[in-house]
């Protein structure tokens, strides 16, 4: 699609469209069944090397990465499971109320992934904390569509199923995006910036936030796992700022008579 915030904007990455369907072109990139990825890879195909990837619930087996993306949610499948989940997200071993199932978990787990296990993400400062974000916090969606697709948004049709469109940005970049959702939107809060693991900055609650009469956009790639992923891909000073659809086509109408045709932005855009 042609997007009006694009042409103004004239970003230096690739905004990428989050799409729900139940076919994917050919060619399309997945992880191989049983093997691991992250979702943040899908994402960042899409906006440095122009590619379209895809999720499923074959392809992706973190349980953090199926629900960020809305393949349902098993953090508190069973109470083993919350413990683990919250230890994981707090402070790893010493968080954990089943020590022995932990290290057995720990001990199963790839080699580069123990430390995170041992350390836990720190997320959360208390397990009670991280459980009370599994269960109260997080949103939860188990979707009907067979896929969750991330495509270049130039490379997507208008009328496919966007659920939302994440801009990389840099902080030129991120202070046009605001200043213009703050422009259709009432009140002065126009971005949320939710505690959580970044898959789902890029997905599960800009899903939560469509919903919403007044949806807001979603700031992410603020965790240690996101910036390793954008140090690799894209730069440092890069953030993600994920518009939810109908966030994204109001700004959509209102970007050729916006904070983007003011001489001083012009000054500012495309460096």
């Not at 000073?237 to 518009?243: D, F, G, K, N, S």
């Amino acid at each position: 699609m042609k997007s009006a915030i694009v042409k103004n904007l004239r970003p230096e990455f690739e905004p990428v469209a989050v799409v729900w369907s139940d076919t994917i072109p050919d060619g399309a990139f997945q992880f191989k069944k049983g093997k691991f990825g992250c979702v943040l890879n899908l994402f960042a195909l899409a906006g440095t090397n122009g590619k379209i990837a895809a999720g499923s619930r074959e392809s992706i087996i973190c349980t953090g990465g199926r629900a960020a993306l809305g393949f349902g949610t098993d953090f508190d499948a069973s109470e083993n499971a919350l413990d683990l989940h919250a230890a994981l997200f707090s402070k790893g071993l010493k968080s954990a109320e089943n020590k022995a199932a932990y290290q057995a978990q720990m001990a199963a787990a790839p080699k580069n992934w123990r430390a995170m296990y041992e350390y836990g993400e720190r997320r959360h400062c208390s397990p009670e904390l991280a459980k009370a974000w599994i269960l109260h916090e997080l949103p939860r969606y188990d979707i009907v569509y067979r896929y969750v697709v991330f495509k270049p948004l130039r490379r997507t049709a208008v009328d496919e199923n966007i659920r939302a469109v994440i801009f990389p940005v840099n902080p030129v970049e991120l202070s046009g995006l605001v200043t213009l959702a703050g422009s259709v939107m009432q009140g002065t809060d126009p971005v949320r910036v939710p505690q959580g693991t970044d898959c789902c900055s890029l997905s599960a609650f800009a899903y939560f936030e469509a919903e919403s009469a007044t949806p807001k956009a979603v700031m992410g790639m603020l965790g240690i796992d996101g910036r390793e992923v954008m140090r690799r891909r894209f730069r440092d000073e890069i953030l993600t700022l994920t518009l939810p659809g109908p966030l994204f086509f109001r700004m959509e109408q209102e970007a050729d008579d916006s904070v983007f045709q003011l001489p001083s932005w012009k000054k500012l855009a495309g460096r």
